[in-house]
């Protein structure tokens, strides 16, 4: 044995079958330099894979690659390690017996090389990418897919299952898979990660009632249609009631073009707030996992004849949790911009609000005027209240979720 290996255990292994069990509370740690050369790592990642460290150290991380993994997804790896960019991927990777065990790997670039930090998965998420993992491997397979278009076919599968892009997945499944092995081992979430969680869930349900606004819209957008055919049976050409309608079809347009100035497009304020939150959520995730990593050195170094280059390690994993952290809370100050600017928006879209209610009062004074023959204007009207009731409602909804994202980021902001 090693120095490294000195105070392992090696277990018995049986030959090829099956996968290696490991407890959720494990993490794997290793690092490479920037050809992808073990050059360190820790007592679990040796034990898990069952090689000593003398097998390990100075051969290529691909050492311990699956068969079954799909080219396309080292090859969207790299490309952002190389372009300087941090990762996550679900890998499933071979021990030295010929059996099998999956890890969720968060990698990032430092100088010289890079470090990963690898934990179990046990989320939907995880099981949902295996079946796209076993799509795209056939594909690469039987049909000859390269890696580069194995990489695109992935993002492809990962968009039909709402993720726009790689970050956002990442982001997704790093969150999911901390505080699935957090009630696995009977921990407490970590209270960032909540906040975060908790912000996620709150732009989805903006994104939800601005949809809901938008179809609002759509459904009273028929009535000053309705009110201008009624209005050429009621008066002569130009009348009120024809004024009226009008007005109202110029401001239920300029509604709806607020709410895709809102929501579509990369530079949407949604958007922005979407992706920085989704940003913010990965940094605190990994930071946390570093700074776990970092606390569990300990047994690692007292086994160490030489401690030297683990303590190091130890030292850079603390200081990147600080980085990503830093990098997390210079979001977050994009995010109360964002927030910020929506609140302002809103408050713009009430004024069409109001609009529509001195509009709609119009209405209903010119259905009085016209005795009987307003009785199909009132009812009109009655359309107008209900849609209008609908879009206050959806706007009130929005503020409160909004004052849930402002709260959250300054609690978030307090933490750092």
């Known amino acids: 044995m090693s120095q490294h290996d000195s105070h392992l255990l090696s277990p018995t292994r049986s030959s090829a079958v099956g996968e290696v069990p490991f407890d959720a509370s494990n993490l794997f740690y290793s690092r490479t330099d920037e050809r992808g050369v073990i050059i360190e790592g820790n007592s679990v990642f040796r034990r898990i894979s069952g090689y000593g460290w003398t097998e390990l150290k100075g051969a290529p991380h691909k050492l311990v690659r699956h068969p079954d993994m799909p080219k396309g997804v080292f090859h969207l790896y790299w490309e952002r390690l190389k372009s300087g960019k941090q990762?996550?991927?679900?890998?499933?990777?071979?021990?030295?017996?010929?059996?099998?065990?999956?890890?969720?790997?968060?990698?990032?670039?430092?100088?010289?090389?890079?470090?990963?930090?690898?934990?179990?998965?046990n989320t939907e998420l995880f099981a949902n990418v295996r079946e796209i993992y076993a799509e795209l491997r056939r594909a690469e397979n039987e049909e000859g897919v390269s890696p580069a278009k194995s990489a695109e076919a992935l993002l492809a599968r990962l968009a039909e299952h709402g993720f726009e892009h790689y970050?956002?997945?990442?982001?997704?499944?790093?969150?999911?898979?901390?505080?699935?092995?957090?009630?696995?081992?009977g921990s407490t979430l970590d209270q960032r990660q909540q906040r975060f969680l908790t912000m996620v869930q709150t732009i989805v349900q903006i994104r939800q009632e601005t949809d809901d606004m938008t179809e609002i819209i759509k459904a009273i957008r028929t009535v000053p249609m309705n009110m201008r055919i009624l209005a050429s049976r009621l008066e002569n050409a130009g009348g009120p009631i024809s004024a009226i309608s009008v007005n109202y079809g110029s401001m239920l347009d300029e509604m709806a073009s607020w709410v895709?100035?809102?929501?579509?497009?990369?530079?949407?304020?949604?958007?922005?707030?979407?992706?920085?939150?989704?940003?913010?959520?990965?940094?605190?995730?990994?930071?946390?996992?570093?700074?776990?990593?970092?606390?569990l050195f300990e047994d690692d170094i007292k086994g160490a004849q030489d401690s030297s280059a683990l303590t190091q390690d130890r030292e850079t994993l603390q200081k990147e949790a600080e980085t990503f952290n830093k990098l997390a809370a210079d979001a977050l100050k994009v995010l109360e911009t964002e927030a910020t600017r929506l609140g302002r928006s809103v408050l713009d879209m009430k004024r069409y609000v109001t609009g529509l209610s001195s509009t709609r009062m119009m209405c209903?004074?010119?259905?009085?005027?016209?005795?009987?023959?307003?009785?199909?204007?009132?009812?009109?009207v009655d359309q107008l209240d209900a849609g209008q009731d609908e879009i206050e409602a959806r706007l009130a909804k929005i503020v409160e979720l909004n004052t849930v994202i402002q709260s959250n980021t300054a609690m978030l902001r307090a933490m750092t």
């Not at 679900?90 to 990963?116: E, T």
């Open 87 to 121: 990762v996550a991927a679900y890998v499933k990777n071979r021990a030295k017996d010929g059996r099998h065990y999956w890890v969720l790997a968060v990698a990032w670039p430092i100088p010289g090389g890079y470090l990963s930090v690898r934990v179990k998965p």
């Open 167 to 185: 970050d956002a997945f990442m982001s997704a499944a790093l969150s999911l898979e901390l505080e699935e092995r957090a009630r696995r081992i």
């Open 260 to 295: 895709r100035d809102f929501v579509d497009g990369k530079d949407s304020t949604y958007m922005r707030m979407r992706e920085t939150i989704q940003k913010g959520q990965f940094l605190v995730c990994a930071g946390i996992m570093q700074s776990e990593m970092s606390a």
């Open 364 to 380: 209903k004074i010119e259905s009085a005027a016209l005795n009987g023959s307003g009785d199909s204007l009132s009812g009109i």
